[in-house]
């Protein structure tokens, strides 16, 4: 299992602004977006929901000034920057970390997908989870052998299409039609405290989950395997673009939550937009959404699975792994509780540890300190002991304090032989 020399990609290197658009959306809106903002909006409120889902927005948005600023351009045809920039600049320990952490952070996509498509079996489907889930993962299987790029791509442009006719369109004619200023008062006399801004975690939840996300983005095997396909001229409009679109979804899809949330009391944050469904028109609405949520997590599954196939030369490995980890995964999802909070803060200490790591190694040409690889463990060891302490946010703040100042001495001392390289 190595990274290869050369790519697969060039032949279709030539994607324009809004193809680019197009896919880097469909792999960012997955059930992730779907079904955590409620989490995050009950935990925090109002503020927290609408700053959570506009996290990766705002990432879209650093990237492309991070790029502007790198020699990108020049080497994009070849494979996927962050891989060549790995090839280039790590060896040793530092690459068998990094390499390992590459392959951690699908894990974090794949449950998240499962609990989503638990949630739908349980409220939608009304069937036992596990069949659920082995009938969903023999049809991946079945469609990662099956699609061709190009199918995943028409795919992807459906799904988006369907996505901003329900997150768009439907708040504002419902809004029009009731007025908001009912909306806002229902919200008031049920909800009052998720209007409530004086919780002290609150702007810590809002930096935390801001650098993670970040970092999330800028080590995410998916959007580079995506950002190659996209014309090198048209890299950094398209992810300007993906990041005001997609800060744009978010308020309509917080405005669907409004809605949800007006008429009353609710029992499990993941029925709120079913809620709205209903309270709309039942039928169609209820199966569009279900269409669309499929959609998201498998656009977002058959990318992560394509990205994860660049780690190996030939197919048959590539799929001893693939079986292997939706077994394994299958076998934990069903033996353990899992939420979708859980999983976020759990991989949130892998991303904001790995995020000044990574600006160094992908927008510098300074050289990677051998001793960085035992930084980054550290730094992530250290977090989660202060987060069984106290909790996940201080924990999370801590790896990145930390990760910091490793990296910075560890730059420091790069006069010394102590360089990779």
């Not at 160094?360 to 980054?376: D, E």
């Not at 909790?391 to 304090?401: P, T």
Request: charged fraction near 10%; charge should be positive; include cysteine.
């Amino acid at each position: 299992m190595y990274f290869k020399k050369l790519s697969l990609l060039v032949p279709l290197a030539s994607l324009s602004t809004t193809a680019g658009v197009i896919i880097l959306l469909a792999r960012w809106i997955s059930g992730n977006f779907l079904l955590s903002s409620p989490s995050a909006l009950i935990s925090y409120g109002f503020m927290a929901g609408i700053c959570y889902t506009l996290a990766t927005a705002i990432s879209f948005i650093v990237l492309g000034s991070f790029l502007n600023k790198s020699g990108y351009s020049q080497s994009q045809h070849q494979q996927s920057f962050l891989m060549m920039k790995m090839q280039d600049k790590l060896s040793g320990m530092n690459l068998k970390v990094v390499r390992l952490f590459y392959l951690l952070t699908g894990i974090e996509i794949w449950l998240i997908q499962f609990i989503s498509i638990s949630v739908l079996s349980t409220i939608m489907f009304n069937i036992p989870v596990p069949i659920t889930l082995a009938m969903f993962l023999i049809g991946m299987l079945l469609l990662d052998r099956l699609m061709s790029l190009k199918g995943i791509l028409w795919l992807d442009t459906l799904f988006i299409i369907m996505l901003f006719s329900l997150l768009i369109f439907i708040p504002i004619f419902y809004f029009v039609q009731n007025g908001a200023s009912t909306v806002y008062e229902g919200i008031r006399l049920y909800h009052p405290y998720l209007f409530y801004f004086k919780n002290s975690e609150i702007l810590l939840f809002y930096v935390v989950i801001q650098l993670a996300i970040l970092g999330q983005v800028l080590f995410d095997k998916s959007t580079w395997y995506l950002i190659a396909f996209i014309k090198p001229k048209k890299v950094r409009r398209s992810l300007f673009s993906s990041g005001v679109v997609l800060a744009l979804l978010t308020l309509s899809f917080t405005a669907i939550l409004m809605i949800a949330l007006y008429s009353g009391s609710y029992g499990q944050f993941q029925i709120l937009v079913l809620t709205f469904l209903y309270e709309v028109q039942p039928g169609l609405l209820t199966f569009a959404f279900l269409v669309i949520t499929l959609l998201a997590i498998v656009t977002t599954l058959l990318v992560e699975m394509r990205a994860t196939k660049r780690f190996f030369t030939t197919r048959r490995p590539y799929y001893y792994y693939l079986i292997g980890l939706m077994l394994l995964l299958f076998s934990l999802f069903i033996s353990i509780k899992i939420t979708i909070l859980g999983v976020i803060y759990s991989f949130a200490f892998i991303h904001i540890t790995m995020l000044p790591f990574i600006i160094i190694l992908l927008f510098t040409k300074r050289t990677i300190h051998k001793h960085s690889w035992l930084a980054i463990l550290l730094s992530i060891m250290i977090g989660i002991i202060v987060g069984l302490y106290f909790s996940a946010l201080y924990g999370l703040a801590v790896s990145f304090i930390i990760s910091c100042i490793y990296q910075f001495m560890l730059q420091q001392a790069r006069r010394f032989p102590s360089a990779d390289g």
